[in-house]
């Protein structure tokens, strides 16, 4: 079992920045993939941006150049950095863990962000 913890949501002015920390625990497998997945009510939650333990990125289009994904493999733990935040990045943000030898995934609580004009 994986637990993940998001923290550092909040309310932000447009134009304004975020850091978004998600730490794991539990039976962690060395090979994974964590992310980043934002839903809004009556949508599909949908992906932010994630990274390989071995470093490889992706981003959504709709966040490049704005965010910047990272991780600290010692201590579990991905961020998220949010710059030049908008109003249409206002959602709950997911951290998500997927294991290496068995994809077996696993979600955070999420951490609402809001972004006011």
């Known amino acids: 079992q994986v637990r993940l913890v998001e923290s550092g949501g909040g309310l932000v002015q447009a134009g304004g920045s975020l850091r978004l920390s998600c730490v794991a625990s539990g039976s962690i497998f060395s090979i994974n993939t964590m992310g980043w997945y934002r839903q809004a009510p009556g949508k599909q939650r949908e992906l932010v941006a994630t990274?390989?333990?071995?470093?490889?990125?992706n981003y959504a289009d709709s966040v490049k150049g704005r965010f910047t994904i990272s991780r600290d493999n010692a201590k579990n733990t991905i961020y998220l950095q949010m710059n030049s935040l908008k109003p249409e990045d206002t959602d709950v943000y997911y951290c998500?863990?997927?294991?290496?030898?068995?994809?077996?995934?696993?979600w955070g609580q999420g951490t609402q962000v809001t972004v006011s004009l």
């Open positions: 998500k863990y997927v294991r290496g030898w068995d994809s077996t995934a696993y």
């Open positions: 990274i390989t333990s071995a470093g490889t990125i």
